[in-house]
């Protein structure tokens, strides 16, 4: 009645600020559950009061204000509904430009399915809007993101990483604590997703 | 802002060398620096001057402020000044800082210029705080910001444009109420929706 | 990074959790069938005459339009009492104890102060104790204590000051800002880290 | 080294579209300058501004081209090295340029779209390229997608309360400006409607104010955000 189920989703959200808590799927239906309750019952109510309002024999029985009441409530149950949805999409968005196109696992297993066709969807949307700045193919947004001091710069790999092929078709491998000096737009994105370190002497 | 940014927009101010190369003209899209002759002056943009710097194929020459008893000056008249001097530079601590980091070798007495523009910048941050205090206090709805520097004005953001923000939030208007509460009408309305009663 | 400084809207998780917060109602008519709105009392309807705490997007709903359900009161903080000792010295007051969205809550109750009281009240503690705020997020010889009593609002600008601080002190300090992991990816590595001190 | 002999100093002949509609041929170098004043007045505003796709298209067009160049240079030559340098800043501004812009597009959506629509219909000049408004249609209808399918269990008509009640830029927000020439009267927004008043600007003046009193002027050329 007074919304606290569906306030808890969003105090969720508040707690975990910068990450994004596992779908909870339990309370959506809860809070799903106590709207459609909501309606149910002011559609009996404004029922009944417009049957007494037709009869003479009966003293009206007005619901309108038990129905005010509970149209608030439907309000807020269904703002706070909305808001987690939004600001969990919001989150999935960030993440798309932080961490690219591939989410890793255990992130991925916190979202709903809606949410990981939106994050596809989303992914998409982006790409093709990239593809079609300017008129040679396109602007890879996801890259240039801090004004350029050097041409190459030096990195270190915080994790076994792997074969890594440069636009020059070489290919360096990636181990933990290896050290490398590379033109820094190669480097760029593997760095705000924390493969490497940039070391600034 | 980040500063950084703000770095990278002083860095296209131009700035002398002595190059230790020949070279024809450089046709960047921005236009044309050069021609570069070994030990004659040449003029280039700040972020080409650390580079070439940085490779060893220049002397920085220090802009003209750049000397002790110019800086004692200006120091002396910021802190007898109520408001704020005119800078010699648009870009005057991103400049300092740049030089006295990679062409320290090109500036003489750099240790003593280093603490004295330090100075500057602190007399100047002094005054900036007591300025921004004031607007808030005074829920200023302008003010003139003359003579600060581009750096200067972003050590200001975010707080006083946002606390200002809030300011006229609560200024505003007694009666305005938020968009997000709904009217009786439009209450009795959507609860009737979808009920059989709706002719 | 946001775009702007914090300005409600419908799908604000502050405005949300700042319209939660309470304030006392005293119900003009009877609702019938909503008795269990009043935790004390066990009949079916509820009474014209109770009074009870409401959160304040119930409040705002029902006190609105040409036939209103309730009549709102201040809430304690706003009320002469803490007004005088707002007055007296804001910079001293605990607002975070005094209440968590001490602002954003104000600005909904002050449409039930005539008088203009509470809006005059919170206008000038924020102007009052902004100078506190900006030291502490400048680091200069300010109480760090201070920033626990800060209330949502206040903590909300004083996080963005400070962390515009750091990026300065950097700037003035280094010879470059290394390029750093994008801020989910950070947490994402601490909480992988916690996660593992769980299990061992 | 004339592999990479551009237009630096001639005229690029491109067709900035301003109110008075002439004709202005730019050099490279002040296409950029305008680049980067768009730069900042869409970092500094908080509504999105209406779109510079001429100066960033032909900035791009330079940027493939010097590329092209370079490819034929030997990557010891230490021109090359300079030349990436600058095709790297450029690319920052205006990467930067266009993230911001869909940062807006996609946090004020609702609103952006709706306006966008009545300019077309009225004939105004658009503020978004063909290629924005389509990514605002997309990631619009993902988030109606979104929401409906999680409104499905409402019973009857699900509610359509958050379109009515989207996410607005606040106009009132504080900016840093500069006034490029000298401007009479800007009116002040006092937060009162009573208490209006008008200041005037020297050029070269710098000066904190509430964006709604000067956002024409921005958009005019008459001021520009710092």
């Known amino acids: 009645m007074s919304a606290e189920k569906a306030c808890a989703l969003v105090k969720e959200l508040h707690r975990n600020q910068g990450t994004l808590p596992p779908y909870n799927n339990d309370l959506v239906n809860e809070v799903t559950k106590e709207i459609t309750q909501l309606i149910q019952e002011n559609r009996n109510d404004a029922q009944e009061s417009e049957r007494s309002r037709g009869s003479d024999l009966l003293e009206g029985v007005s619901y309108i204000s038990t129905i005010r009441v509970r149209h608030a409530a439907i309000q807020r149950n269904l703002r706070c509904l909305l808001a987690y949805h939004y600001n969990r999409v919001r989150s999935l968005r960030t993440m798309r430009w932080e961490f690219g196109s591939i989410l890793p696992a255990d992130i991925k297993a916190n979202l709903s399915t809606a949410e990981t066709n939106w994050f596809s969807k989303y992914s998409s949307i982006l790409a093709k809007y990239m593809r079609s700045v300017g008129e040679d193919g396109g602007v890879n947004l996801a890259v240039d993101l801090h004004p350029p001091k050097a041409l190459y710069i030096e990195v270190q790999c915080l994790v076994d990483y792997g074969r890594y092929e440069l636009s020059d078709g070489s290919v360096l491998l990636l181990k933990k604590n290896s050290r490398h000096f590379l033109p820094r737009v190669e480097c760029e994105e593997l760095i705000r997703q924390g493969v490497f370190q940039h070391i600034v002497i | ?199 | 990074m946001s775009l702007q400084s914090y300005t409600p809207n419908y799908f604000s998780i502050d405005d949300i959790l700042a319209s939660q917060e309470r304030c006392p109602c005293k119900f003009i008519v009877d609702i019938p069938k909503l008795g269990r709105l009043n935790p004390s009392a066990e009949s079916n309807d509820l009474k014209a005459g109770t009074t009870l705490e409401l959160p304040m997007w119930l409040a705002e709903h029902l006190s609105a339009g040409r036939h209103p359900i309730i009549a709102v009161e201040l809430p304690r903080i706003y009320k002469e009492a803490y007004r005088e000792i707002l007055k007296a010295d804001a910079c001293a007051v605990d607002l975070h104890k005094l209440g968590l969205y001490f602002y954003e809550h104000g600005l909904y109750v002050k449409q039930f102060d005539a008088r203009g009281d509470v809006s005059k009240i919170l206008l000038e503690t924020f102007q009052v104790r902004f100078r506190q705020l900006m030291d502490l997020a400048n680091n200069i010889g300010s109480d760090p204590a201070v920033q626990d009593r800060l209330d949502s609002l206040e903590r909300k600008l004083f996080k963005e000051g400070h962390a515009a601080r750091t990026r300065l002190n950097t700037w003035l300090t280094d010879s470059g800002t290394p390029i750093e992991a994008a801020a989910m990816v950070i947490n994402h590595k601490k909480r992988k880290r916690v996660d593992v001190e769980d299990i061992i | 080294m004339d592999a990479v002999n551009n237009s630096g100093e001639d005229d690029i002949d491109i067709n900035i579209d301003d109110s008075d509609s002439e004709e202005i041929p730019l050099t490279a170098a002040e296409v950029i300058e305008r680049m980067e004043e768009a730069w900042l007045n869409e970092k500094f505003a908080p509504e999105i501004l209406p779109n510079k796709s001429e100066i960033v298209d032909c900035l791009l067009g330079q940027i493939s081209y010097m590329e092209e160049n370079l490819q034929n240079l030997s990557s010891n030559d230490f021109q090359k090295s300079l030349h990436q340098m600058e095709v790297d800043r450029l690319r920052f501004i205006i990467t930067s340029y266009l993230r911001t812009r869909l940062e807006k597009i996609e946090t004020y959506v609702f609103s952006i779209v709706k306006n966008e629509e009545e300019r077309s219909e009225n004939n105004q000049l658009l503020y978004l390229t063909d290629n924005e408004l389509q990514f605002a249609k997309a990631y619009k209808g993902s988030l109606e997608q979104h929401f409906e399918e999680l409104l499905r269990f409402w019973p009857g008509l699900g509610p359509d309360d958050w379109k009515k009640d989207p996410v607005v830029p606040n106009m009132s927000s504080f900016v840093f400006a500069k006034a490029k020439s000298a401007v009479e009267g800007v009116m002040l927004d006092e937060a009162n409607d009573d208490e209006e008043a008008l200041v005037d600007l020297q050029s070269g003046s710098q000066i904190i104010i509430s964006y709604n009193s000067i956002s024409q002027l921005v958009k005019n050329d008459e001021v520009c955000l710092i």
């Not at chain 2, 002398?16 to 899209?29: A, E, G, K, M, Y």
């Open chain 2, 1 to 199: 802002m980040n500063p950084d940014e703000v770095e990278f927009l002083a860095e296209k101010q131009l700035i002398s060398i002595i190059p230790t190369f020949n070279s024809n003209v450089i046709h960047l899209i921005s236009g044309d620096v050069g021609p570069f002759r070994a030990s004659l002056p040449v003029r280039v943009p700040l972020w080409m001057a650390i580079n070439l710097k940085q490779q060893r194929k220049c002397k920085i020459q220090p802009p003209d402020w750049m000397n002790i008893e110019q800086l004692e000056e200006l120091k002396e008249e910021e802190k007898r000044s109520k408001t704020f001097v005119k800078m010699p530079s648009e870009h005057y601590m991103i400049e300092a800082k740049l030089l006295l980091n990679y062409a320290t070798d090109d500036i003489s007495r750099a240790d003593e210029i280093r603490t004295i523009i330090k100075d500057i910048w602190d007399i100047r941050m002094s005054k900036i705080r007591s300025s921004v205090d004031t607007l808030v206090r005074n829920a200023g709805f302008y003010a003139t910001v003359d003579h600060l520097t581009l750096m200067e004005i972003n050590t200001m953001r975010p707080l006083l444009p946002h606390a200002l923000d809030q300011v006229y939030r609560m200024k505003k208007a007694q009666s305005t109420r938020l968009p997000t509460q709904s009217t009786t009408l439009s209450l009795l309305n959507s609860s009737h929706r979808g009920s059989s009663l709706s002719s």
